[in-house]
């Protein structure tokens, strides 16, 4: 029992040295030797954990994606609305991170595992908003609603990076506005 307790409080270190280390250094500065140092680690105990510095980073992205989320264990259908305020939420109340997101979004595509885990969860966000989409909007298609939900997604990631170069960008405004556009109902 106390090397599974000790095992958890290492986890807790790796996690929080990559989240610090993300906030201060961005994910170029986040090394594996700086991990391991900032949580007083061996890098033989962190690959016990981990298989890569990446998925210690994915670890830090989703817990901070999961703190939005309006229903993480999915149990109840999520509204339009609620899906756009965690986005902006996740932008907003975490931009770092969420930097950091977007970052592994744009060059995760090249990157084998990462491009794929990246895309999973593309792929499991595009279907959310889809299906809020159809709860909200009977009269559209499957094909509608999966082209829409991809337009509103697209066009919040984009607001998001304009918003991460232009500081006093209304990334919340606009991202509510194009959630309640014509895009949705056609």
């Known amino acids: 029992m106390a090397r599974y307790q000790a095992g958890i409080r290492t986890e807790a270190r ?13 994910l170029d500065g986040t090394t594996l030797k700086a991990i391991c140092e900032r949580a007083q680690v061996r890098a033989g ?17 989703k817990d901070a994606i999961r703190a939005v989320d309006p229903h993480p264990r999915q149990d109840a259908p999520d509204s339009l609305s609620e899906l756009v305020e965690a986005y ?11 930097k950091v997101y977007l970052k592994i979004a744009m060059s995760g595509a090249t990157n084998g595992s990462l ?3 990246v895309i999973r969860h593309h792929k499991r966000r595009v279907a959310r908003f889809s299906s809020a989409i159809a709860n909200e909007h009977a009269e559209l298609t499957a094909e509608e609603v999966t082209e ?18 232009e500081p006093g960008f209304d990334f919340p405004g606009r991202a509510r506005l194009a959630a309640s556009s014509s895009l949705v109902s056609g």
């Not at 996690?15 to 280390?21: G, K, N, Q, V």
């Not at 939900?149 to 984009?158: D, K, N, Q, Y």
């Open 115 to 117: 491009g794929n885990t």
């Open 45 to 61: 105990s962190f690959y016990n954990l981990f298989e890569s510095k990446d998925d210690a980073v994915l670890r830090v992205v």
């Open 14 to 26: 790796i996690i929080e040295a990559t989240r610090e280390l993300l906030g201060e250094v961005g």
């Open 88 to 98: 902006i939420s996740f932008v907003t109340g975490q931009p770092e991170v969420a």
């Open 148 to 165: 829409r939900a991809e337009i509103i997604l697209a066009t919040l990631s984009g607001l998001a990076f304009m918003w991460m170069l």
